[in-house]
């Protein structure tokens, strides 16, 4: 597609109820990032792919998060045992392997931990 | 500690009246600046990169500039439509590339 596609857009969920969020990235685009975006805050990140390898992963805030990337294009983030906390916006982004002309952000999926 | 800090957190202006958005950073060695503009609902919007003391980049009503301590993003003239946050984010060097770290935005309206 011509942008970074993620789904769903709005997510409610109970406290301790698994969640999977996806990110559909630019075609070709090889480098794929994750970022969380909580009220108040600035962009926090997540986890960096290249490929289908994550080289970085080291924002993940707890072993309850997890993500993967399929066939160097899909990725899924996994929220386990979801908490209140991670109620916030996830985006995802995805650029060229240079990333020197910033990266392209889908529109995010809003997470509401009830 | 590398911080990025942006000021204002939010800022008014009346349509023609110019300004400037600040953001500072403290790092161990900068890659690169980078400019973002979000409106509400959606991702940040790539605007410029700036990789030395001295540039400037510009793009419609919007010019960035860089020292080795601070980035502003001038607004000429803003238009209605100029209303959203702006996001500043740098590389570091010796971080996983393009991974960025984000100040926390200025929030800007602009109105009739």
């Known amino acids: 597609g011509a942008g970074v596609s993620q789904s769903p857009s709005n997510k409610v969920t109970e406290k301790g109820k698994d969640v999977e969020l996806r990110c559909d990235p630019i075609?070709?685009?090889?480098?794929l990032y994750w970022y969380r975006q909580s009220l108040g805050q600035g962009l926090e990140f997540l986890i960096y792919?290249?490929?289908?390898?994550?080289?970085?992963k080291s924002g993940l805030p707890s072993d309850r998060f997890s993500a993967e990337r399929t066939g160097g294009s899909v990725s899924t983030l996994t929220i386990q045992r979801t908490q209140q906390e991670d109620s916030a916006v996830y985006l995802c982004a995805s650029s060229t392997d240079t990333a020197n002309y910033g990266y392209t952000f889908g529109s995010g999926t809003r997470l509401t931990v009830v | 500690e590398d911080q990025v800090t942006q000021s204002p957190e939010a800022l008014r202006l009346q349509e023609g009246e110019s300004s400037s958005l600040n953001c500072s950073y403290t790092?161990?060695?900068?890659?690169?600046l980078f400019w973002y503009r979000q409106d509400p609902g959606k991702g940040p919007e790539f605007l410029f990169t700036?990789?030395?003391a001295g540039e400037e980049k510009e793009k419609e009503r919007l010019k960035a500039t860089l020292t080795k301590k601070e980035s502003f993003l001038h607004i000429t003239a803003p238009k209605p439509e100029d209303s959203a946050t702006y996001l500043c984010a740098v590389q570091i060097r010796g971080s996983t590339l393009g991974r960025l770290y984000f100040g926390r935005g200025t929030q800007l309206t602009v109105w009739p």
């Open positions: 792919f290249q490929g289908n390898s994550a080289p970085d």
């Open positions: 075609s070709g685009h090889t480098a």
């Open positions: 700036l990789y030395s």
């Open positions: 790092v161990s060695g900068l890659r690169g």
